[in-house]
């Protein structure tokens, strides 16, 4: 394990949507715990659990060249001194491939380890279509509502 510390999950956090935007495994390996129940799952991917089986892919990922921008919206966090829950949209757009944006739901779950935060599971999912806006309602002028 990295001798880095992240004085908070906070932190930590930032440090992993660092290097998912950088390409920077080395950083995204401090980021993640060294336990065989660390869990990850990427949208529409399996479940891969464990250090040696995250972080292999994350090396697949990060090494596979393309360049992302992530901006983080509607984060929610619950905090405790031991553990720290962040659910957040990630919004990640993909250099090369013009402005459109892909909307992804994840879930960050942080763990105090020694004196510092690392990440023990990250799921992520598309996010759902934004709800169409109700019907417009047309009346005739001078026209009553019955119910």
């Not at 956090?13 to 990850?40: K, S």
């Not at 921008?69 to 405790?80: E, F, K, N």
């Not at 720290?84 to 763990?111: C, L, R, W």
């Amino acid at each position: 394990m990295s001798d880095k510390i992240f004085p908070t999950a906070l932190d930590a956090e930032a440090a992993f949507y660092e290097a998912l935007e950088r390409g920077d495994y080395p950083t995204m390996a401090t980021v993640w715990a060294e336990d065989e129940d660390v869990i990850c799952v990427h949208p529409g991917g399996p479940r891969l659990r464990g250090t040696d089986e995250v972080l292999a892919q994350w090396k697949r990922i990060l090494e596979g060249g393309q360049r992302l921008r992530v901006h983080l919206s509607h984060q929610v966090v619950i905090s405790g001194p031991m553990l720290a829950v962040h659910s957040v949209h990630e919004n990640i757009t993909i250099e090369d491939e013009g402005p459109a944006s892909h909307a992804v739901v994840a879930t960050n779950i942080y763990q105090r380890i020694g004196p510092g935060w690392r990440m023990v599971a990250h799921h992520a999912s598309p996010a759902p279509a934004p709800a169409a806006p109700p019907p417009t309602e047309h009346r005739l002028p001078g026209s009553a509502t019955l119910h």
